[in-house]
């Protein structure tokens, strides 16, 4: 066994001696970009205000870190408990989970390419010599059992680093996967709050149009009274049908967009649509966050999980680079085996029967056909792509962000402004209707009244669930806090 003693002390002298070599280029996180804000032009303090659900006024708080489980801002229980059905039921996100646990595998199994290899093997054959040959024991016995049992160590010095660079490829892919899961968490938990939001304005919408519904009714109801007096003519009473027909006609529609936003809900919470659904949200219920972190430019980066997949691929690029480029140079092998034969099992490893081997080689490619150059070629374009997905990240990503905080800013102003035309047209709609009932004037004005005041409802219903989907989008937009979740 002496040899293969040698053959270990061997091994990790090499290995120690040739851990700081390594081909290929070294990866350095990308410098953050140099932003002096994430928008255009400066923001205000805070936002407009309006008295009514979703109009609180917002306070924009620069450097605030985003709450991990920031959905809890919105005060609805309702929502809360989508939430935490869905972490539980989402099957986009338990894939996701069994992706990174594979990921983790295949980097450790990657990593026990640096160590050595050890294999025992037991054989035993019955044997018989023939008597025209010379005898194989040393008894001269020709029919025998012989039993064999060897241990082989083989173990590949990275000489070139090579290995430690698949090594930190797989490493690299590993946390792409993880930023990838944390991707999937972030876009699951804001498709939900989102869709719980936009069922509870599809929902506001509904009544809005079945309140409309009431109104022109009762509106034609007047108008044929009139018509049967000779006030009105048949014309009036034509128009004002089309009115109320409009409005009925308006709600399929939404009902049916309600009916796809309630099937998405099931599906984002692991369930079949036709199971029990939770009570419905209403606008009513949701209070909207008055304080809104802004982050720092610099940390833009840090915080985004598809920003930091992609620094994670940028890195696994790196590292193929580096192992295109070892598979080109010369590769050793050690190899060392021991063991011992006899025809007895309690004299395996008695005195002359024991053997042993050692041997190296060295193995350098001198002509592939191209195709290791290529494949260093196709690792370093590889890189780039790599490098420019990067960098498309980090633009998307500040897009996103000066989107959202500027939507905010609008919508709330545009809010302000529906609740005040809605006001308004809500005044001179029942101001005309007592004219009309009186006589006073002709149906037709009370048509552009209705009209005004339907579109006003409508557009106030829509302002408000885009204030709190704007707000929705901010969290999404500045990385969803994975940083400060309990489970991360």
């Not at 996967?177 to 968490?185: G, I, K, N, P």
């Not at 191209?370 to 374009?381: T, V, Y």
């Not at 959202?404 to 005044?427: F, Y």
Request: aromatic letters at 6%; glycine letters at 6%.
């Amino acid at each position: 066994m002496t040899g293969l003693w040698a053959f270990g002390i061997a091994s990790v002298a090499s290995a120690a001696l040739l851990a700081g070599c390594a081909v290929g280029p070294d990866f350095h996180r990308p410098t953050p970009p140099k932003a002096a804000g994430l928008t255009p032009g400066p923001l205000p303090s805070s936002t407009a205000s309006a008295p009514v659900a979703g109009g609180a006024s917002q306070t924009f708080v620069p450097g605030a870190e985003v709450a991990g489980d920031w959905w809890t801002a919105f005060g609805s229980p309702r929502i809360d408990a989508l939430v935490q059905r869905a972490l539980k039921a989402n099957a986009d996100l338990e894939a996701a989970r069994a992706a990174l646990r594979a990921a983790h595998e295949a980097y450790l199994v990657q990593r026990g390419a640096l160590l050595p290899t050890a294999d025992a093997a037991y054989n035993v054959t019955r044997e018989k010599s023939s008597n025209a040959l010379s005898p194989v024991l040393n008894d001269n016995v020709d029919l025998f059992t012989l039993h064999t049992v060897t241990l082989t160590v083989a173990y590949t010095p990275d000489v070139f680093g090579g290995v430690r660079r698949a090594v930190e490829n797989a490493a690299a892919q590993a946390e792409n996967q993880r930023f990838q899961s944390e991707a999937t968490y972030l876009t699951l938990t804001s498709n939900l709050v989102s869709g719980a939001i936009q069922e509870a304005s599809l929902r506001a919408q509904l009544e809005a149009d079945q309140r409309l519904i009431t109104i022109a009714s009762d509106v034609l109801k007047i108008i044929r009274r009139q018509k049967a007096l000779g006030q009105l003519t048949g014309i009036d009473v034509a128009t004002q049908e089309t009115v109320l027909a409009q409005a009925e006609q308006a709600l399929p529609p939404l009902e049916k967009q309600l009916a796809a936003q309630r099937d998405q809900l099931a599906d984002l919470t692991g369930r079949l649509p036709a199971e029990d659904q939770d009570p419905p949200i209403q606008l009513a219920d949701l209070t909207l966050p008055t304080s809104l972190p802004v982050s720092l430019p610099s940390k833009i980066v840090d915080q985004r999980p598809d920003i930091r997949a992609a620094e994670a691929n940028l890195h696994a690029a790196s590292a193929a680079v580096g192992v295109a480029i070892a598979a080109r140079l010369p590769a050793v092998t050690l190899t060392g085996q021991a063991g011992g034969a006899s025809t007895t099992l309690a004299s395996l490893f008695a005195s002359g029967n024991t053997f042993w081997l050692a041997a190296g080689n060295i193995a350098q490619p001198i002509f592939e056909g191209g195709m290791l150059l290529h494949k260093q070629r196709q690792a370093q374009a590889l890189f780039d792509q790599s490098k420019a997905q990067y960098r498309s990240a980090v633009l998307l990503a500040f897009a996103n962000v000066s989107d959202s905080l500027q939507a905010i800013d609008a919508d709330s102003r545009a809010l302000a402004a529906a609740v005040q035309s809605e006001t308004a047209a809500s005044t001179a709609l029942d101001i005309t209707r007592k004219q009309l009932a009186a006589g006073q004037v002709a149906g037709i004005n009370v048509l552009l009244a209705q009209q005004l005041y339907e579109q006003a409802v409508l557009a106030r219903v829509q302002a408000q669930g885009a204030r709190f989907s704007d707000t929705v989008a901010l969290f999404q937009s500045l990385g969803g806090g994975w940083q400060a979740r309990k489970d991360f």
